[in-house]
């Protein structure tokens, strides 16, 4: 493989109207947390409202790792305390039978380091990851156009939503059956509906890795993760259905994930701004950096939800500066995910903080 591309501060592209449409991004999160506050008296957020599993974690990094993969939190063979959060992407809180992308948001606990702007005085870092390889769109503007057309069915007709779902996913698997994925059909409701724990997830948009710049995916280790993959779940009839086969599982028998990195070595290849574009991985693996281990554990509770729902945000900027989220999508989280916050916590009269434990209740 070719040497991976040194970080630099000019690697970014800032485009001329890009505070105008980050604003608008901003204010389309708004308007869908007020809606579903409208229904439900609750603040939910802007998207990934669901959560499916809220978990307390134990990450490893390995030992013996190359130079260029032993960068960041994962330089030294040490272990951090973490949270999960297993989610899917609406902003309202749907049945599972509206089949939607799924979301892995971790959190370290216990990291040293310069902070970046905004979460200075922390000590955690968070990495938030999706179950494609790729951003649904190339940067914020088509993202803005697709979070409208989500903020105009939020609080429509369940029924409706449904019925889109199932069309969506029988186009989706016409799509895979030919070789193919289409971001957008699974953005929009053709995701299949596959056990969460088998799935594979990824940063999508890439981040600063130290000296260098990667994308990073999280993928079934344990045998009983793996054995879940592209396995779908009977859904009809159980609004909550992810919930129960996650539960049903990390009851019992814990499981694993890797964390792995793919570093940028090509910037044509590899671009920073176009997060639409899948790093080709031919010649440029993702390689295993870490070990996410889940003791046997109630995996969703309402009491878990107070904490990791209510009062805990994960964002790609809650961190150290040598895991800095690079490109135009996540310039637009930052200003999107901070707002969404601020006006959740005012509306729930609880305002966010970060943890300083990995500790979750384990009874309702």
């Known amino acids: 493989m070719s040497s991976p591309i040194p970080y630099t501060t000019d690697i970014e592209r800032i485009y001329q109207d890009e505070a ?21 008296g609750h603040g939910f957020r802007g998207v990934h409202a669901k959560s499916h599993a809220l978990l307390q974690a134990r990450v490893r990094v390995l030992e013996g790792l190359p130079p260029h993969y032993a960068q960041g939190v994962f330089t030294e063979p040490k272990s951090f305390d ?4 297993i989610s899917t992407g609406a902003g309202d809180i749907l049945p599972d039978s509206v089949s939607l992308i799924r979301g892995f948001a971790i959190k370290l606990v216990g990291v040293e380091g310069q902070r970046l702007a905004g979460s200075e005085g922390d000590s955690t870092q968070d990495f938030l990851f999706a179950n494609g390889v790729a951003f649904p769109t190339p940067g914020p503007k088509k993202l803005l156009a697709n979070l409208k057309l989500l903020a105009k069915t939020t609080d429509k007709v369940e029924g409706l939503k449904k019925a889109v779902s199932a069309v969506f996913r029988t186009a989706e698997k016409g799509v895979e059956a030919l070789g193919g994925e ?15 724990l088998g799935e594979s997830f990824f940063t999508q948009a890439p981040i600063r890795y130290g000296d260098y710049i990667a994308k990073l995916g999280v ?3 344990s045998e009983n993760f793996k054995a879940l993959e592209g396995q779908e779940i009977d859904i009809a009839g159980r609004d909550d259905a992810l919930r129960e086969e996650i539960a049903s599982l990390l009851a019992a028998q814990g499981g694993e994930w890797e964390i792995c990195v793919q570093l940028a070595r090509d910037l044509t290849a590899n671009p920073i701004e176009d997060a639409a574009v899948a790093w080709p991985e031919e010649d440029n693996p993702y390689v295993a950096v870490a070990v996410i281990s889940i003791a046997p554990q109630p995996s969703w509770t309402w009491d878990r939800a107070r904490v990791l729902d209510d009062q805990t945000a994960f964002n790609p900027w809650h961190g150290i500066e040598a895991h800095r989220p690079l490109g135009a999508v996540m310039r637009a989280r930052k200003v999107a995910y901070a707002a969404s916050s601020e006006l959740r916590g005012r509306l729930n009269g609880c305002p966010f903080h970060e943890p300083s434990n990995a500790q979750l209740p384990d009874a309702e």
């Not at 973490?82 to 959060?85: C, K, Q, S, W």
């Not at 289409?182 to 969460?196: F, I, K, N």
Request: glycine share 4%; hydrophobic share 40%.
């Open 20 to 40: 105008d449409v980050n604003a608008e991004l901003a204010d389309t999160f708004r308007q869908i947390i007020e809606t579903t506050y409208r229904d439900l």
């Open 182 to 196: 289409s971001a957008l059909l699974e953005q929009l409701g053709g995701h299949r509906h596959t056990h969460p």
């Open 219 to 221: 993928v079934p280790l």
């Open 82 to 85: 973490a949270l999960v959060r």
